[in-house]
């Protein structure tokens, strides 16, 4: 048993919980106390020393039954609950399957019989699939399906069918029909979650195994790769960079409140004074940016769009003023409820306004919106600022628009979180859209979109 908690413990910790030797041994010393007959007071002494914060609780969840629980589904022989006429329909149509594998037609007697996988056989299943090579948990659904064709049950879902027609045609009652139908797909429902847990323990296993790795820098992981148990991490960071940026915003306008010396100036202006420098001269003072963001939140972009713009927004004394845009096939002002609301309060509801979906991004459709309605907030102090990756579906990018905010505006500016090597690829139409910008900033992680936001503040 105290094996198997320490390979449990390694798995959390490969999974990405913290968990510090001592709480190690507080759970070992817990378990020795309360004992591991009863399962629910055995859970909750290991939660409670493992378990430190409530973010880590799905994680707890997702591997205690891959490591303590039998959950192997249970199978229900159905030929046992067939009368004698329906078992010789049922002979009778399973031998008019004559076209398919023999292997098939073994899987459709296992479901028949209710007899689910012996060990060996997921074993088996497993190799054949590649799941040995796994030491990820996201790979599991992956491995599943591999495992799930390896064992035939895939193909099966057409061979049940063909099984209830021919019954149909031999004049099996469309009740009866129905019920072997239910718990066919019951039985095969079975052997797929079997399988299921058997990757699930394996992968588990196979992490424990591995040595701790060191976890990266939030600040340096690609947006696209963030786990979902990273995110709300990096909600925190986001709240800590704007902190920080605000400190140094802050600071460059205190030095501009009267203008920064500039000696050479001073010493040019006061050469007729042979050099005694009775006309101090200074910098010009620091000006605020007026932003206009517009946003690709399109499925690859949404963890991205919700960090710029909630940092932005968060930064929001330190600019003149902002309006907000994000678009997938149309453009949607959200400058009003950025504006009514606490900035995460505010990006978390825009992110449920405008959920995920099968959508085509089209940034020319949008772009042409913009300049029906709303043309008139670009200004000779206005940065506007482009954040996506420039594809655009195959549709018109409609470059002349995006000319037109250039030219309008103090500068124009692209996020982009693709590198240029990917530029011009499928159906990106970044390198036209950079022939239109001030400046195109690489933005793939949270360091380097902090940098940016920073120095466009640091611009005015």
């Known amino acids: 048993m105290q094996k198997r908690m320490i390979d449990f413990i390694r798995a959390l910790r490969a999974a990405g919980l913290r968990i510090s030797l001592a709480e190690s041994q507080d759970a070992m010393f817990g378990v020795d106390e309360t004992g ?33 629980k039998n959950n192997k589904p249970p199978l229900q022989n159905i030929l046992e609950q067939l009368s004698e006429d329906q078992h010789a329909l049922l002979n009778e149509a399973m031998r008019s399957l004559v076209g398919e594998l023999d292997a098939l037609r073994d899987l459709l007697r296992r479901l028949l019989e209710g007899q689910d996988f012996s060990e060996e056989e997921l074993r088996q299943l497993g190799d054949a699939s590649g799941l040995p090579q796994g030491d990820e948990m996201y790979m599991r659904s992956w491995f599943e399906r591999r495992m799930n064709r390896q064992a035939g049950i895939t193909q099966l879902e057409r061979m049940l069918d063909d099984l209830l027609e021919e019954l149909a045609a031999l004049g099996m009652s469309e009740e009866a029909l129905a019920e072997l139908e239910e718990m066919l797909r019951e039985n095969m429902q079975g052997l797929s979650q079997q399988i299921s847990q058997h990757v699930g323990a394996t992968l588990a296993e196979q992490m424990a195994e591995q040595e701790p790795r060191e976890r990266p820098d939030l600040l340096d992981v690609p947006l696209q790769r963030l786990s979902s148990g990273d995110i709300e991490d990096v909600r925190d960071e986001v709240r800590r960079l704007a902190a920080r940026l605000r400190t140094r915003a802050a600071l460059r306008q205190k030095r501009a409140k009267s203008g920064q010396f500039d000696p050479r100036k001073t010493i040019r202006k006061n050469m007729r004074y042979g050099g005694v420098p009775m006309d101090v001269q200074f910098r010009k003072r620091h000006k605020k940016p007026s932003l206009i963001l517009v946003c690709d939140l399109s499925t690859s972009m949404r963890y991205a769009v919700e960090f710029l713009l909630t940092l932005v927004y968060e930064l929001s004394d330190q600019v003149r003023r902002t309006h907000s845009f994000i678009f997938i096939h149309d453009l949607v002002d959200v400058s009003t409820t950025l504006a009514e609301l606490p900035p995460r309060e505010a990006v978390a509801h825009i992110m449920a306004e405008n959920p995920p979906g099968y959508y085509s991004t089209d940034l020319g459709n949008s772009l042409s919106r913009f300049r029906k309605e709303h043309m008139r907030l670009v200004d000779s102090r206005s940065t506007i600022i482009f954040f996506g990756d420039g594809r655009n579906n195959y549709n018109d990018p409609r470059l002349d628009i995006a000319q037109e905010m250039q030219r309008k505006g103090r500068r124009l500016i692209w996020f982009c979180p693709e ?12 390198w036209e859209y950079s022939m239109y910008a001030d400046n195109v900033f690489l933005v793939n992680n949270l360091r380097q979109l902090a940098d940016s936001v920073d120095r466009i503040l640091a611009d005015g």
């Open 36 to 68: 591991a007959r009863q399962m629910a007071t055995f859970k909750n002494t290991m939660k409670a020393t493992l378990v430190k914060n409530h973010r880590d609780q799905p994680v707890f969840e997702y591997f205690f039954p891959l490591f303590f």
């Open 419 to 430: 590198p240029r090597r990917q530029w011009g690829s499928g159906d990106s139409d970044m």
